[in-house]
């Protein structure tokens, strides 16, 4: 079998072969349609092997029959079924977000508690779209019997309005599914069947309500219900109901909202709820008069809070494919924690193609393997523990790089992987790299040894070596062949800002304290205009000039002060540059600078900095530029002069703030 993808299934553009397992191949697709409107979709296709086998291509298509039919907000919709050279393929609705596993893995990462409100919310639409497939019939009306089987945290889907979906029915059993099934064979996750489904036992709907009773469990304690250290331990817990009490481990929660979770939870399904339907009324009922708000505004600032760089940074990879935009350079993210860092850091699971881990959509992988597209395109089966982007695979002591938060740090990563990788190949060193949780820290990480290179924008350096004169400046970044960038103030299209409308009284967004063009320059500029940046306007400070350009955008500020970069490359992060316009250009600054400290051996400096003046991305690596944010197209020996401006700007700061 070709290990390639094809161009098109179907009528359906063909972006990346996702992921192959069980008896299917998945794929990233876009399907164009006339007037130029375009959407992205999820397709799943028999494998070619398979493709002569009726019985496998009747169960393929058994899945096709039983999801089309199941119409609910809360259930991810089949689009199409098809035919291509002779191998039956499934169309998906494209949903972007998270596996609702993803969210509380990384909340946990975040040290960040799941409130108890958006766990219920959340629970209570996945109880609505199990009844819609539990009350699923047939065409003279006679019910399907349908028991999902998998209801567990990887075939939940949480969007980034968190909105709950249900996916993969690949081992859904309904009562006309005759061989489909085969004795002796569990099907599902073993730490999320009911006892009926471990002891293989007829199912009904009831067994998937005790599911969603074990994940709501979860959710509302923070930890697993059923973790024993080997299957049969885990087996005899679930057939037993050895379950922890939940009241012992939330003692705040009350006691009526307990009582319900225990309900799905009862050994006996004669003790469960009836429907999905019941125990989602139950659930609403104890959340009500615990006067718990079960409603989507606090669910969105909690997801926003937890997921929202990672799902503004797909939100981009997607426009990207609407709009024929070339392919960003193959790689993949999903937030993880760094082993040496305080930071926020950014890794990823194993490449899987230039969206890589970025997209939600039902994947439908059935029997061998369970495959998720999830908040990031994660390939859960057998390759959780595969080395990340921005993690090297190689063994020895890691190259350890550090990245101010210029922008969303997901997306940084994101563009430097190739420089990471082209590293890594030149140097045959394992390289890592991880975004600080602010400028400040990057400098102190390079300064105390926490990293071997830092990558800090010009003012983050000079601040840095300000206070710490062993750091060495010993490259600067070429963007686009020019050694520097221009600071710009920018207001939004539509305003008289800057012609009618006088700047005294406005909200200005800063993208950071320690930026050069977000900060130091637009206020020098103010300055030299006769406005006193802290009397004559409001500051904000957004944390990243991506942010910043957004605040401005929803109507946060009035004017944001950004690079020349960022406004280039605001439409890939989901923000409309055209809506935009400049009202000044505050001053040339030079571009980000390649920073080592007084603990970085010099054995490891004088290769590393030959590479990054050797790199040239169109020989090295076949792209003429390194990001489409970051523009990088090659290295240069550190100008000193270059920082003249920008130093003098930064005295003036300094003595304004000293008044």
């Given at each position: 079998?070709?290990?390639?993808?094809?161009?098109?299934?179907?009528?359906?553009?063909?972006?990346?072969?996702?992921?192959?397992?069980?008896?299917?191949?998945?794929?990233?697709?876009?399907?164009?349609?006339?007037?130029?409107?375009?959407?992205?979709?999820?397709?799943?296709?028999?494998?070619?092997?398979?493709?002569?086998?009726?019985?496998?291509?009747?169960?393929?298509?058994?899945?096709?029959?039983?999801?089309?039919?199941?119409?609910?907000?809360?259930?991810?919709?089949?689009?199409?079924?098809?035919?291509?050279?002779?191998?039956?393929?499934?169309?998906?609705?494209?949903?972007?977000?998270?596996?609702?596993?993803?969210?509380?893995?990384?909340?946990?990462?975040?040290?960040?508690?799941?409130?108890?409100?958006?766990?219920?919310?959340?629970?209570?639409?996945?109880?609505?779209?199990?009844?819609?497939?539990?009350?699923?019939?047939?065409?003279?009306?006679?019910?399907?019997?349908?028991?999902?089987?998998?209801?567990?945290?990887?075939?939940?889907?949480?969007?980034?309005?968190?909105?709950?979906?249900?996916?993969?029915?690949?081992?859904?059993?309904?009562?006309?599914?005759?061989?489909?099934?085969?004795?002796?064979?569990?099907?599902?996750?073993?730490?999320?069947?009911?006892?009926?489904?471990?002891?293989?036992?007829?199912?009904?709907?009831?067994?998937?309500?005790?599911?969603?009773?074990?994940?709501?469990?979860?959710?509302?304690?923070?930890?697993?219900?059923?973790?024993?250290?080997?299957?049969?331990?885990?087996?005899?817990?679930?057939?037993?109901?050895?379950?922890?009490?939940?009241?012992?481990?939330?003692?705040?929660?009350?006691?009526?909202?307990?009582?319900?979770?225990?309900?799905?939870?009862?050994?006996?399904?004669?003790?469960?709820?009836?429907?999905?339907?019941?125990?989602?009324?139950?659930?609403?009922?104890?959340?009500?008069?615990?006067?718990?708000?079960?409603?989507?505004?606090?669910?969105?600032?909690?997801?926003?809070?937890?997921?929202?760089?990672?799902?503004?940074?797909?939100?981009?990879?997607?426009?990207?494919?609407?709009?024929?935009?070339?392919?960003?350079?193959?790689?993949?993210?999903?937030?993880?924690?760094?082993?040496?860092?305080?930071?926020?850091?950014?890794?990823?699971?194993?490449?899987?193609?230039?969206?890589?881990?970025?997209?939600?959509?039902?994947?439908?992988?059935?029997?061998?393997?369970?495959?998720?597209v999830g908040g990031s395109l994660a390939l859960w089966w057998r390759m959780q523990d595969q080395p990340p982007a921005g993690v090297s695979s190689r063994s020895g002591v890691p190259i350890r790089w550090v990245l101010a938060p210029v922008y969303d740090p997901a997306v940084m990563l994101y563009e430097y992987e190739p420089l990471r990788k082209h590293l890594e190949s030149r140097l045959d060193r394992p390289v890592q790299m991880e975004v600080a949780a602010s400028y400040a820290e990057a400098g102190e990480m390079l300064a105390d040894g926490r990293a071997d290179f830092a990558m800090l924008p010009p003012i983050a350096y000079l601040t840095s070596h300000q206070k710490h004169p062993d750091l060495k400046l010993v490259a600067m970044k070429v963007f686009d062949d020019s050694t520097g960038s221009d600071g710009v103030i920018l207001v939004r299209g539509t305003s008289g800002v800057g012609e009618e409308q006088p700047l005294n009284g406005l909200t200005i967004c800063y993208s950071d304290v320690s930026s050069s063009t977000g900060y130091i320059l637009p206020r020098a500029w103010l300055r030299k205009q006769g406005f006193d940046p802290d009397k004559d306007l409001k500051g904000r400070v957004s944390g990243n000039h991506f942010q910043a350009l957004r605040d401005l955008s929803n109507g946060a500020c009035d004017v944001a002060g950004t690079y020349s970069g960022a406004w280039i490359g605001a439409d890939r992060a989901g923000i409309s540059a055209s809506r935009l316009r400049v009202l000044a250009i505050t001053g040339r600054t030079p571009n980000d600078t390649v920073v080592t400290g007084a603990k970085t051996p010099q054995d490891l400096v004088d290769p590393v900095v030959s590479t990054l003046f050797a790199l040239d991305p169109q020989r090295d690596l076949g792209i003429a530029r390194i990001g489409q944010t970051e523009r990088i197209t090659g290295f240069t020996p550190p100008d000193l002069t270059a920082f003249e401006e920008l130093e003098a700007a930064l005295k003036s700061e300094t003595a304004a703030s000293d008044k």
């Open positions: 079998m070709s290990t390639g993808h094809p161009s098109n299934i179907g009528r359906y553009e063909v972006v990346e072969r996702l992921a192959i397992g069980g008896m299917a191949e998945v794929y990233l697709a876009c399907d164009r349609g006339p007037h130029g409107v375009s959407r992205v979709v999820v397709i799943k296709r028999i494998l070619p092997h398979l493709a002569e086998n009726q019985a496998m291509i009747r169960m393929f298509l058994h899945e096709a029959r039983v999801a089309t039919r199941i119409q609910h907000p809360n259930v991810v919709q089949i689009i199409d079924v098809g035919e291509d050279h002779g191998q039956p393929y499934i169309v998906m609705e494209y949903v972007l977000g998270s596996t609702l596993r993803e969210v509380t893995n990384e909340a946990r990462r975040q040290e960040r508690g799941l409130p108890a409100q958006v766990a219920l919310y959340w629970m209570i639409q996945a109880c609505s779209g199990a009844h819609a497939a539990h009350e699923l019939s047939d065409g003279q009306g006679r019910p399907a019997g349908l028991v999902h089987r998998d209801l567990t945290p990887h075939n939940l889907i949480v969007d980034n309005q968190a909105h709950v979906k249900l996916l993969d029915f690949g081992i859904a059993k309904g009562q006309d599914d005759g061989d489909f099934t085969r004795t002796g064979v569990l099907k599902g996750k073993l730490r999320y069947m009911s006892p009926e489904q471990a002891e293989q036992r007829p199912l009904d709907r009831r067994s998937d309500i005790f599911t969603l009773g074990i994940v709501t469990w979860e959710l509302l304690a923070g930890t697993r219900m059923f973790d024993r250290p080997t299957e049969l331990a885990t087996m005899q817990a679930i057939v037993t109901g050895d379950v922890p009490s939940l009241g012992d481990l939330r003692p705040d929660l009350p006691k009526a909202l307990i009582q319900a979770v225990n309900k799905s939870l009862a050994v006996d399904r004669e003790d469960r709820y009836p429907t999905a339907e019941a125990m989602r009324w139950a659930i609403a009922e104890a959340a009500r008069e615990a006067g718990l708000i079960t409603t989507a505004e606090p669910a969105i600032t909690w997801i926003h809070a937890i997921l929202g760089a990672r799902h503004r940074a797909k939100r981009t990879q997607i426009e990207a494919i609407l709009s024929h935009a070339p392919m960003p350079n193959r790689a993949s993210y999903t937030p993880r924690p760094a082993p040496t860092s305080t930071g926020t850091s950014f890794t990823g699971t194993r490449a899987l193609g230039w969206i890589g881990a970025a997209v939600v959509a039902g994947l439908f992988l059935l029997a061998a393997s369970t495959v998720v």
